[in-house]
């Protein structure tokens, strides 16, 4: 396969953009080489600048449920294009959108737009610290909550401390506030309330986490989460900017049967465009400003192109609710094919998969949770996705990602990628 200029670009782009991209593991740090550069996308396929042709299993790392460029958005954007970009003032679809969120979710009994993931989790952490009174929250260890300052912490040496920054530029003091426990351990959350009593703003998780790889939680683990959260007058945020409207059209809260207190949004919601969202009990989101006193706000937010572009997405979802059980058929049956191939070579690499999300983990133990996912054999999987990218299947280029089926992939799609993984696996 030929990538010259995908090469070219990408060594240009080295000079004036850190690390020649605009979000980090688009460079292909953790699997080597080089960057594809993408052209245009179209259903369950993008090509890059050199006319090389994938299927795409990473939409965008989430927002293409519909595929690349479905024609009802492409539509929407027309139109909403017509009228101007942006007023800065409120418009009519901002409540269309509130009215559809807040019916698909039944948990979101308000909302607030914002322009990314990132903010809708920040967001949410300020509201519940408002409306607490309290400063201080419980993440899990391999969940991913964007880029906040106080989402960049792991646990420290002495777990039930303080947690440490994973990245420069973070301040002892944000860590400080940030307790770290272990998914699906609910022990691990008892630990940390007993110890910080009545001083816990907020629990965020991934409900179905997508960002150590696929991982479920077990049921008697959430469900436990959310008695304690009740009872300890603690926030319990969902974090479905992944899994909401990708997993069913109420989220992961839909098919765990657990009503969380915040949610936050991103990704499918936003049809493409930057958008993210974060909603939840109106008694909290009264406490959002101009309403309550927790300041928030947006020059962007609510934009006219990016809720057309949501509300087409959120309305195919709410027309057609049997996308999920055909998403979920696709993604048995690429279970299924990927699975008979690692047997085929005598393996017992781990599979996890949640409706239209999965990772192949190259472990042989079952993967529950952060410490058991990486276990996985990087250097293995980098090959793999080598092997899969030069035979024209993008896969996500890092083991702890989630790949994404689209409504758009066909069977035969799912063959061709089926056939590849087998060869691939071959090759290790
Ligand atoms: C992608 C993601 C985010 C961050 O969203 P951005 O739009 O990238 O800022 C937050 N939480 C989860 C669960 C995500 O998957």
């Not at 790889?213 to 436990?224: L, M």
Request: glycine share 10%; aromatic share 8%.
């Amino acid at each position: 396969m030929n990538t010259e200029k995908s090469k070219s670009l990408f060594e240009e782009a080295k000079k004036i953009i850190p690390g020649g991209v605009n979000s980090p593991v688009r460079a292909f740090k953790s699997v080597g080489g080089n960057p594809i550069f993408v052209q245009r996308g179209s259903g369950s396929k993008f090509y890059d600048v050199d006319g090389n042709e994938y299927i795409d299993y990473i939409g965008s790392w989430g927002p293409h449920l519909f595929g690349h460029n479905p024609s009802f958005i492409k539509k929407a954007l027309l139109n909403a294009i017509e009228n101007g970009t942006s007023f800065g003032a409120p418009t009519e679809i901002e409540v269309q959108m509130a009215k559809l969120i807040t019916e698909l979710v039944p948990s979101v009994e308000m909302v607030r737009m914002v322009n990314s993931g990132t903010e809708a989790t920040m967001s949410a952490v300020r509201a519940a610290r408002g409306f607490t009174g309290k400063e201080k929250i419980i993440k899990f260890e391999g969940c991913y909550h964007g880029h906040g300052d106080f989402f960049l912490i792991k646990a420290g040496s002495g777990a039930l401390t303080f947690g440490v920054p994973t990245s420069p530029g973070v301040t002892k003091g944000n860590a400080a506030d940030t307790l770290i426990a272990d998914f699906n351990n609910i022990e691990s959350v008892k630990k940390l309330i007993q110890a910080n009593k009545n001083e816990i703003a907020a629990v965020i998780i991934e409900p179905v986490v997508g960002n150590m790889g696929t991982v479920r939680s077990n049921d008697s683990f959430i469900k436990e989460l959310r008695e304690i959260c009740s009872n300890e007058n603690i926030v319990l945020i969902f974090d479905e900017v992944m899994t909401g409207f990708r997993l069913a059209k109420g989220g992961a809260q839909e098919i765990l049967g657990i009503t969380p207190d915040l949610t936050t949004f991103g990704k499918i919601i936003g049809g493409g465009l930057p958008v993210g969202a974060y909603g939840g009990k109106k008694e909290i989101m009264e406490m959002v400003s101009p309403s309550g006193p927790v300041y928030q706000a947006g020059t962007l937010s609510g934009n006219p192109l990016a809720m057309n572009a949501g509300l087409a997405a959120l309305n195919q979802i709410k027309n057609h609710p049997e996308i999920y059980t055909q998403l979920e058929e696709k993604g048995k049956y690429l279970e299924d094919g990927i699975k008979s191939g690692i047997k085929s070579i005598g393996k017992n690499y781990q599979l996890n998969r949640v409706g239209s999300m999965m990772t192949l983990f190259f472990t042989e133990e079952p993967v529950v949770d952060y410490n058991s996912a990486v276990k996985s054999d990087t250097k293995l999987f980098a090959k793999y996705f080598h092997e899969m990218l030069n035979q024209g299947i993008y896969f996500p280029p890092a083991q702890f990602e989630a790949m994404f089926i689209s409504t758009e992939h066909t069977k035969e799609d799912l063959d061709k990628t089926i056939e590849v993984n087998l060869k691939a696996l071959k090759s290790l």
